[in-house]
């Protein structure tokens, strides 16, 4: 960045104190918009004695936190290298982007932990321990975001079928480990090496084994991948565009707003037709 840049961001940074409120937000979304300029600037700001600054830098700083957070979740959720439990409270954050990720690992761990101590080799073990945490799976569905958010998972012990048969294998060695997660008629299970079925939305009941033909394999990155889309649809659902916007820019890693150049009216505003005539919807 050239030092007259550099003077640019400093002197657009200067009216985030503005008494304007106008003035401030405009400031704030042309400084947003200049991510990649920002250098040190916000860090030399914080050092202003002007309080008013210094609370709308941590603003900034903060919608920038944000930001990247949806624009990486793509990459991290393709990389082999992330772990499932981060991924998981990835997509919680993606929901209630305002919670505390350290609170929500911190209640995360308390679970693995409690699972490292048992020994869950069989279904029934897993079973025994998913029902002892008082764990209970839905079905699947749009209409209740929180069911695939862990945070609100491991706090009001309801989840949804596919990501809690995510969980259970994670704790009980992984997708290299004896157990997987398949989707069997209208259900996800578990299932073992003998093609045995647990169904969580079941009350975690064991069934005989079943034809492989009849069990369709998910990786625990398409449960995400379904937790995510199931967010978004909620979000169209309940109309809200915020969480339109940032959950369609974690599923596709575009960090702005032109994701929404895809999306009818109302979300996309449409096109002046070229005779003059009102907008078509």
């Not at 930001?67 to 919680?92: G, M, Q, W």
């Not at 945490?133 to 695939?148: C, F, G, Q, R, S």
Request: hydrophobic share 40%.
């Amino acid at each position: 960045m050239t030092e007259e840049q550099k003077e640019e961001i400093r002197r657009i940074a200067s009216l985030l104190d503005d008494p304007d409120e106008t003035t401030a937000l405009n400031a704030m979304a042309e400084l947003l918009a200049r991510e990649d300029e920002l250098g040190d600037v916000p860090a030399e700001l914080h050092e202003s004695r002007d309080p008013m600054l210094r609370r709308r830098v941590h603003q900034l700083e903060a919608a920038l936190l944000l930001r990247r957070r949806r624009k990486y979740f793509l990459a991290r959720l393709c990389s082999p290298e992330t772990d499932f439990a981060d991924l998981l409270v990835d997509v919680h954050l993606q929901w209630f982007d305002n919670d505390c990720r350290p609170e929500i690992e911190a209640s995360l761990a308390g679970f693995f932990r409690r699972a490292l101590s048992k020994k869950l080799v069989s279904l029934e073990d897993i079973a025994a321990f998913m029902t002892g945490e008082n764990l209970a799976a839905e079905p699947d569905t749009t209409l209740k975001p929180e069911l695939y958010c862990i945070g609100s998972i491991l706090s009001e012990h309801t989840g949804a079928a596919s990501l809690l048969a995510g969980l259970a294998v994670r704790i009980a060695g992984g997708e290299n480990g004896p157990f997987r997660v398949g989707r069997v008629l209208d259900d996800f299970a578990v299932c073992d090496r003998r093609n045995r079925i647990m169904l969580p939305a079941r009350n975690w009941r064991i069934f005989p084994p079943r034809d492989p033909k009849e069990i369709t394999e998910w990786d625990t990155r398409n449960i995400l991948r379904l937790a995510s889309s199931n967010l978004f649809s909620a979000a169209v659902n309940g109309d809200s565009f915020r969480y339109i916007l940032t959950i369609a820019q974690a599923l596709t890693g575009t960090g702005d707003d032109r994701i929404l150049d895809y999306f009818p009216y109302p979300y996309h505003p449409a096109d002046d037709p070229p005779d003059g005539g009102p907008p078509e919807r």
